[in-house]
């Protein structure tokens, strides 16, 4: 009983901060002034070039993995490894669209595939995504095409071993962005980056799981 009665009071609570007026004192002698919201919004942090290539680079990893998965549809049919595949895309599909809006909020050049259509109401430069670099951890082409290529048991091997190396890959995108002073300082970027490295190592040892289920 005491939480029903708790939740709505915080509710109340925090509705009334988010609508009560912002005062500037005035100078002496001098009336105060009511500031609307959008005076006193937040300028983001001007990222380093370090946040800003970790941001780029982190979108062509994921771009990798989500292709990877596309992959399983006809050519497995473990249906955990299909679930577990089915979360990968959602979660960075998710996040592949949170990092091209946080490059475009600070004016830097997006990486873009070209069948991206649907994020066309981006403002800011574009960059194309397959003349960037590989990042760590990602599938050469012919690792690609051997995955491409395989199916059943063949291609669950494949896939996990893969997807572990490509996970490894973005924890080190992590730790280097972090280790590189100046970087990581942004908030959102801060917390999507420990995020990355939380969810993606958990993922790992649930592959790892997988792999010795297997043998």
């Given at each position: 009983m005491?939480?029903?009665?708790?939740?709505?009071l915080?509710?109340?609570?925090?509705?009334s901060?988010?609508?009560?007026?912002?005062?500037?004192?005035g100078a002496?002698?001098?009336?105060?002034k009511?500031?609307?919201?959008s005076?006193?919004?937040?300028?983001?942090?001007?990222p380093?070039?370090?946040?800003?290539?970790f941001?780029?680079?982190m979108?062509?990893h994921?771009a990798q993995a989500?292709?990877?998965?596309?992959l399983m549809?006809?050519r497995?049919?473990?249906?955990?490894?299909?679930k577990f595949g089915a979360r990968?895309?959602i979660?960075?599909?998710d996040?592949?669209?949170?990092?091209?809006?946080w490059l475009?909020?600070?004016?830097?050049?997006v990486?873009?595939?070209?069948?991206?259509?649907?994020?066309d109401?981006?403002n800011g430069?574009?960059?194309?995504m397959a003349?960037?670099?590989m990042?760590?951890g990602?599938?050469?082409p012919?690792?690609?095409?051997?995955l491409?290529a395989?199916?059943?048991a063949?291609?669950?091997?494949?896939?996990?071993?893969?997807?572990?190396q490509?996970?490894?890959?973005a924890l080190?995108m992590?730790q280097?962005?972090?280790?590189?002073?100046?970087?990581?300082?942004?908030?959102?970027?801060?917390?999507?980056a420990?995020d990355?490295d939380?969810?993606q190592?958990?993922?790992i040892?649930?592959?790892?799981?997988?792999l010795?289920?297997?043998?």
């Amino acid at each position: 009983m005491a939480l029903r009665i708790a939740l709505p009071l915080c509710a109340s609570i925090l509705a009334s901060a988010q609508t009560a007026p912002i005062v500037q004192p005035g100078a002496p002698g001098a009336a105060s002034k009511v500031l609307s919201p959008s005076a006193v919004r937040v300028t983001p942090r001007e990222p380093t070039d370090a946040d800003v290539q970790f941001m780029q680079g982190m979108i062509h990893h994921h771009a990798q993995a989500v292709e990877m998965v596309a992959l399983m549809k006809a050519r497995t049919h473990n249906k955990a490894l299909l679930k577990f595949g089915a979360r990968i895309t959602i979660s960075q599909t998710d996040e592949m669209q949170f990092m091209r809006q946080w490059l475009a909020d600070r004016g830097k050049a997006v990486p873009m595939q070209h069948d991206m259509s649907h994020m066309d109401h981006m403002n800011g430069p574009m960059m194309d995504m397959a003349s960037m670099p590989m990042m760590p951890g990602m599938l050469t082409p012919a690792q690609m095409k051997a995955l491409a290529a395989a199916k059943g048991a063949k291609f669950d091997y494949l896939f996990l071993t893969g997807m572990i190396q490509h996970h490894g890959g973005a924890l080190t995108m992590v730790q280097d962005l972090f280790n590189t002073p100046s970087a990581g300082q942004d908030a959102q970027l801060f917390d999507f980056a420990t995020d990355v490295d939380n969810t993606q190592a958990a993922e790992i040892r649930i592959m790892q799981g997988m792999l010795k289920e297997k043998k």
